[in-house]
């Protein structure tokens, strides 16, 4: 026997060891008494305890030994944490669950609590990468399923936290939430639980969390949240300081603070249990704290004798939960060491049977069969569910006939009296949701967008979303300012007064909460509209869009989704407010994000659509939308000359939006003849510069067919093929920088295509936007655009 543990076997052989070597007691319990004086824990309870931890264990063995093979890809492993099986022998199996990826025991035990569930079959096709896997599909090794109501999380450290924290907020709203796709629902007083390692509390991400969980307690927000830090003092190499994670998590405002043996089962389920009912009663977030050791290393490659002495690794194999759960068991004489070796052998033969039969199933195949659940385009649903919603909301004789003009304060009058900018969610809110032209005319006060004369870009984003909040009750709109003061820009004014404070409501100013409250809405079945002030601010938080919100579907072969829809005000040209926070032109970072889609409307005509269609797809495909609205055009009113109002635009009635649909990845072409020299590929505020420049161009004699993209994300390939083609030159006019712009895409898709003729772009300078006048120079110009057509038909 070695004095410390490197392999799999020697872990194995010394548990063998240390339950030969334990003595029956002289007197047995009965199975339904405490195992001990000092617990709550039964001897039938500890008996499950300890077969959802040795089949942990067997299944952490058979991941090496099928790595020494190479026919398995995953090795992180829960040795030393088992003892985590206790929390979920304290909770409910209706309550969602996001685990750390050393919550092996936690998932044993809930499955044990689930009929016909088999963890040893599901984690071990993990291991494999096998195709019959059956939360990711043999996509990744993730602890997940959504008949166990365990939400896939990725190894991105504490990056799920935020999530957690959202799917706490929708299970406090005190209703009975039915996850679309995620197993047959939650009951109105379930909780959320959410584990992580001790190395994650110093992660930007969980700091995000747990502060924006005691926020939320501060001010009276029913968050029922319970984390659970199982605490083994290192991350990978790196030791966690003595005692940092209990003060880091017992100082925590808003959190009350749980702490037990991690390593002890009976500790660790009382203690569970006793934060669980806490929880679960006052609907109030806790976090209870584990000690617990690693056992085996960090993963199949780490070699831990590089950065521990055999002493430490001594002092935490004398901690071995799976044989402390032995000892409890032979004391209370509710089972010897022979039944307990049997048992553990009986457990091990069967991982090892299940190993050598998923060995030979299928992998992913094609990249087709990678990507199948990334992102579903439905877009024949898409489009009915616009037509449905209209229907819902169709005029008819009981809206009145009213005239009348929205000014650019987005005056819709409202009779209700303004509520508080922030109050805990729960009763009735003040809410038109039933839909229909009746709830119509009293959201809007009796003044109908579509009668109020044309409409500026932030009008109708406005209107769509108020007609958007009646056609979907489970919508919320939510971020920095949008609720008390209606959007920086006055884009959400209004909202508040006619849907109230449980649907329209102010955050605290942390884009990663934010994105995650969102995410853990969408996930519980709601439809969240957060809003990103500004898009230099959405890049504090990019991985909840990233690893969170774009692997949810991939990671769950669509079991769960989490549909949002994302406002962000970007993009440059502010003339009286300026700077590199509030003229951000970088949106290389979303169009790398597999299965977002990301939409750029130029003007209102575009952008009611638009926007219905994001949200359409998000209820219908368990879409990510990110809407990027240019903050320039909010309350632009011309195009070439004074008072032309060319920027504005009619508001269509419902009755109108299935004729006036824009289906994901459709560009628009303006001046689309057959006598056109040339075309303009642009987007946003380019959109505006390339019409000014064509007028000056046709004065020339030279016809420019100007087409916006619209979606950025997918990009309409086949409108750009199509359009350039038609011509033969294409100016790109690109206001992202030239380096990882919109433009490289578009240059891409032509290459691809087989394009054989000329092209040239027009893209922002690679700098930041400076303050003031400065930025003329770096950001693309109406000149500009005029002379790059010119040097084109020179060529």
């Not at 071995?320 to 000892?327: G, Q, S």
Request: charged fraction near 20%.
């Amino acid at each position: 026997m070695l004095s410390s543990v490197t392999t799999p076997q020697d872990l194995d052989e010394r548990f063998r060891a240390e339950l030969a070597g334990l003595v029956a007691a002289p007197a047995a319990r009965e199975l339904d008494e405490p195992v001990r004086e000092d617990t709550a824990l039964t001897g039938q309870q500890a008996r499950a305890l300890y077969d959802a931890q040795s089949t942990s264990r067997h299944l952490d063995l058979a991941a090496r030994w099928l790595r020494s093979f190479d026919t398995g890809y995953y090795t992180i492993g829960s040795s030393g944490h088992e003892g985590n099986a206790a929390v979920a022998a304290a909770l409910r199996p209706t309550d969602p669950a996001l685990l750390h990826y050393r919550s092996g025991g936690f998932y044993c035990m809930r499955a044990a609590q689930v009929a016909g569930s088999d963890p040893i079959r599901d984690v071990l096709r993990g291991v494999v990468a096998s195709a019959r896997e059956p939360i990711a599909g043999g996509r990744h090794k993730v602890f997940g399923h959504a008949d166990l109501h365990v939400i896939p999380t990725t190894s991105t450290i504490a990056s799920h936290l935020p999530r957690s924290v959202g799917v706490a907020y929708a299970l406090g709203r005190g209703k009975r939430l039915n996850p679309p796709g995620g197993g047959h629902g939650w009951p109105p007083d379930a909780l959320a639980v959410c584990s992580f390692g001790d190395a994650s509390i110093n992660h930007a991400a969980a700091t995000a969390a747990f502060n924006t969980a005691g926020w939320c307690d501060h001010i009276g927000l029913k968050l029922p949240l319970l984390f659970v830090c199982e605490d083994n003092g290192l991350g990978i190499s790196v030791r966690t300081p003595e005692g940092w994670a209990a003060a880091a998590l017992s100082s925590r405002p808003g959190l009350r603070y749980y702490a037990a043996d991690g390593c002890d089962a009976a500790a660790t389920y009382d203690r569970a249990a006793e934060a669980a009912a806490w929880v679960r009663r006052y609907r109030r977030p806790a976090v209870l704290h584990l000690s617990t050791v690693r056992l085996m290393g960090h993963a199949g490659a780490d070699a831990e004798m590089a950065y521990r002495s055999p002493a430490e690794i001594a002092n935490d194999l004398a901690r071995d939960p799976l044989v402390r759960t032995a000892r409890l068991l032979v004391e209370a004489g509710v089972a010897t060491p022979a039944e307990l070796m049997t048992r553990y052998d009986e457990i091990g033969w069967e991982v090892r049977r299940v190993a050598e039969e998923v060995l030979g199933e299928p992998k992913l195949a094609s990249a087709s069969e990678v990507t199948a659940p990334l992102a579903p385009r439905r877009p024949v649903r898409v489009s009915r569910a616009v037509g449905d919603a209209a229907a819902h909301l169709a005029e008819d004789d009981l809206a009145p006939e009213l005239e009348g003009e929205l000014d650019d304060n987005l005056e819709f009058t409202s009779q209700q009296e303004p509520e508080p900018a922030i109050r805990p969610v729960s009763g009735t809110p003040r809410n038109h949701g039933d839909g229909g032209p009746a709830s119509r005319a009293a959201a809007f006060s009796g003044k109908l967008p579509e009668q109020a004369g044309p409409l500026t870009l932030a009008q109708t984003i406005n209107a769509t979303l108020t007609d958007a909040m009646l056609a979907y009750p489970q919508m919320l709109v939510f971020g920095e300012d949008v609720a008390a003061k209606g959007g920086v820009y006055g884009v959400t004014k209004g909202l508040r007064d006619r849907f109230g404070a449980t649907r329209v409501f102010d955050t605290l100013l942390d884009e990663t909460s934010i994105l995650g409250m969102g995410l853990g809405a969408g996930l519980a079945g709601m439809l969240p509209v957060p809003e990103i002030q500004y898009l230099a601010y959405l890049h504090n938080a990019e991985d909840q869009l990233r690893g969170e919100a774009a692997t949810m579907q991939f990671f769950s072969q669509g079991a769960f989704h989490n549909p949002m829809v994302v406002r962000v005000a970007g993009l440059a040209y502010q003339l009286g407010f300026g700077g590199h926070f509030h003229n951000d032109n970088a949106l290389g970072v979303l169009r790398d994000i597999p299965g977002l889609v990301v939409a750029a409307p130029s003007r209102a005509e575009d952008a009611a659509p638009m926007l219905r269609t994001c949200l359409a797809s998000a209820i219908v495909d368990g879409s990510v939308c990110v809407f990027v609205e240019p903050i320039a055009l909010y309350h632009t009113r011309d195009l070439h000359t004074e008072d032309d109002n060319w920027w504005l635009s009619d508001y269509a009635p419902p009755s109108e939006w299935p004729a006036i649909h824009v289906p994901i990845g459709r560009a628009r072409a303006y001046s689309n003849g057959p006598n056109d020299d040339l075309t303009i590929i642009t987007f946003g505020n380019g959109v505006r510069l390339s019409l000014r420049a064509a007028a000056r161009l046709a004065e020339e004699g030279v016809h420019c067919r100007v087409v916006d993209l619209r979606w950025l994300s997918p990009l309409p390939v086949g409108d750009i093929i199509k359009n350039a083609s038609d011509t033969g030159r294409v100016l790109i006019v690109d206001e992202t920088r030239r380096s990882g712009g919109v433009g490289e895409g578009v240059i891409a898709a032509l290459v691809d295509a087989g394009y054989v003729g000329v092209a040239r772009r027009v893209a922002a300078v690679d700098s930041f936007v400076p303050l003031g006048p400065a930025a003329n120079h770096v950001l693309v110009s109406e000149e500009q655009v005029v002379q790059g057509a010119r040097s084109l038909l020179a060529r």
